[in-house]
Each structure stands twice: as C-alpha cells, then as structure tokens.
C-alpha cells in the first residue's frame, strides 16, 4: 500500500530507544479476517478464561504504556500485554495491545496504540466469536468497537477509547481489566505420548495439535487427546478464531479414527486415516449435510522447552 507511514512501536522499557520502525498496516478487521497462524497460548485463552480471570479484579480506568510494561505475559512467544474487555453487548474480548508513535504533519510525534490481534466471543454462545482481527492502528480521538469489528469516532459505539498519550480508556457501558500473566493452565507437553517411540499405530498416537485442511474451505488446528479408545478435544477455525467441541472414537483398525464436530449450526462426521509409518499425518473425507469432502492434516510438532536457566529467568521478571 503506497503512503502509508512507518511507526515506532514500544520495547520492554521506556529506557530503550524508539527506533525500530516498521510498516504500519490500518485495516478495519470483521468477523471472518483470515489468520493462518497456528493455535498459541493467545488462541487458548478463550472466553471461559477470560471471565474466570476478571471475576475477582477490579476493572481499569485506563491503562498506560507506563502501566504495561509491569504487566507479565501471558505465555512464551507472546511479547505484548493482554488486555480483556467486557462490551457493551455482553460480549467478551481478548486483545494483544501495544504503544507506539506516528510522525505527524508538524514533525513531532503522535502517539498510537496498535492491536495486534483480537478476537470478541459471543455472551450467548462462549466458544463462537463475533469478530477478530489484527494490525489495527488506534489514533488520539478514535476507539474501537469490538463486537463490530471496527475503527470509530469517539463516542460513536466504542468500547475502548484511545484519548492524549496514547492512553485507552473503556467507556460507560463497557469493562477494561488487563491480564498479569497467563490465565489459563500451564501445558504440559509430557502429557502426550511420542507417536515416534515405538511402531505400529497405538490409540495415543492421534493425539496432540494438527494443522487441518478440509476441501480448501475450512482451515483450523485440532487440538485431540486421548482416552482408551476415546477421543476428545477441539477445534479453533483458522478464519473466525471461534472453538467447537470434537468427540469420537478409534474404531476397529487402529489407525482409523471416527470424529464429530458440532458446528454452531451443523455437525461434521469425520473418518481420519492416521499414517502408519511417522505418524505425522492424517487423511480422510468429512460428511456434513450429506455430502462428502476431503480432508488432510499434519501434525504440530511441539516447541522444546526452554533450557532450565531461561525458565529460572523468566520467573524472576
């Protein structure tokens, strides 16, 4: 996009220069903006989370470049403060927030608030979503309307409002609280079984996080564990952020797999192929409304833990 203006974002510390610049992206997110990330620590902090946070903190006035920088993350690769913002509507968000400045037409600086990422999740309905999106630019004078998905003039439907020195405020009608640290349960990675330690197919080699693809229409990661021969876990589409719950069963070849997902308004029949050599794959077709689609995925590999003294490290800060 031609003439659109760097910005600097704000470090760890407001000691540190302002110098990285980086091309700034304004986009109006609605519901639907596609993400083809894998699922993190910020995409499992869904709505029952969030409420589970906030029920006992007291909601925020405001909240300063100043006042992040206090704030612990909320789990590894996540470097910006997570901020919850309970609408107006009733609806719940989750938003990556951080600081920065824009050059403005006299040469000084205009500061801007810049999210990252968000996803607003329906009061009625925890698991599906309203709207998410990322990369949105918030300048002095302007809020953003998260059950919307829009940029707006103050006092036009915002639920939070970026006023002078880039501070966000929430409105009237709408509550702002800031996560310190992780709200949901650490993960365990050695709770899954390694598919690679033995050979033939055990009911334990499904499970874990796979990167899906079904017929080139719908994208997501199933997040599987496994019970016996019960299968359990969920689904986070790749293009709404919204969570739907899977079930199923290993049937009689052990590499075979019968899933179902319940949709918000249909229900998908899954009969998944696991590869029998690496297991790092798995393949089969997927039935909804009576007809039969494709479908393939492959296995995330988890990260590696950190070594012990960074572990140490990060407890201290």
Not at 53 to 82: V, Y
Not at 98 to 124: H, M, Q, S
Not at 197 to 226: M, Q, Y
Request: glycine share 8%.
């Amino acid at each position: 996009m031609r003439g659109l203006p760097d910005i600097q974002l704000s470090q760890n510390s407001l000691t540190r220069s302002l110098r990285l610049l980086i091309p700034a992206i304004v986009a109006a997110a609605v519901c639907g903006a596609a993400s083809n990330a894998r699922a993190d620590v910020f995409d499992d902090h869904t709505a029952y989370w969030l409420r589970r946070a906030t029920t006992d903190t007291k909601p925020l006035e405001s909240l300063t470049m100043r006042d992040s920088l206090s704030l612990k993350k909320i789990g590894r690769g996540i470097n910006s403060p997570c901020i919850v913002v309970h609408t107006d509507d009733d609806n719940w968000t989750k938003a990556l927030v951080t600081w920065g400045f824009r050059k403005g037409a006299d040469g000084g600086r205009v500061p801007v608030v810049l999210i990252e990422r968000f996803v607003n999740y329906r009061g009625d309905r925890q698991t599906l979503t309203t709207s998410a999106g990322k990369d949105i630019m918030l300048f002095p004078g302007f809020g953003f309307n998260f059950d919307i998905g829009q940029v707006v003039p103050a006092g036009q439907g915002e639920d939070i409002l970026c006023v002078d020195d880039g501070v966000l405020k929430p409105t009237a009608k709408s509550k702002l609280f800031a996560l310190d640290g992780p709200a949901t349960p650490e993960p365990d990675p050695t709770q899954r079984p390694d598919p690679t330690s033995h050979t033939g197919v055990i009911p334990t080699d499904f499970a874990g996080s796979w990167k899906v693809r079904i017929d080139g229409r719908w994208e997501g990661v199933w997040e599987l564990d496994v019970e016996e021969r019960r299968v359990f876990g969920r689904f986070i589409s790749d293009e709404t952020k919204s969570v739907y719950e899977i079930a199923g069963k290993i049937a009689a070849l052990p590499h075979n797999a019968k899933l179902n997902i319940e949709l918000a308004n249909a229900s998908q029949t899954i009969d998944a192929f696991l590869w029998t050599k690496d297991k790092s794959a798995m393949a089969g077709f997927m039935v909804m409304a009576n007809r039969k689609l494709g479908f393939y995925a492959t296995r995330i590999k988890s990260e590696s833990a950190p070594p012990e003294s960074a572990t140490k490290g990060d407890a201290k800060e």
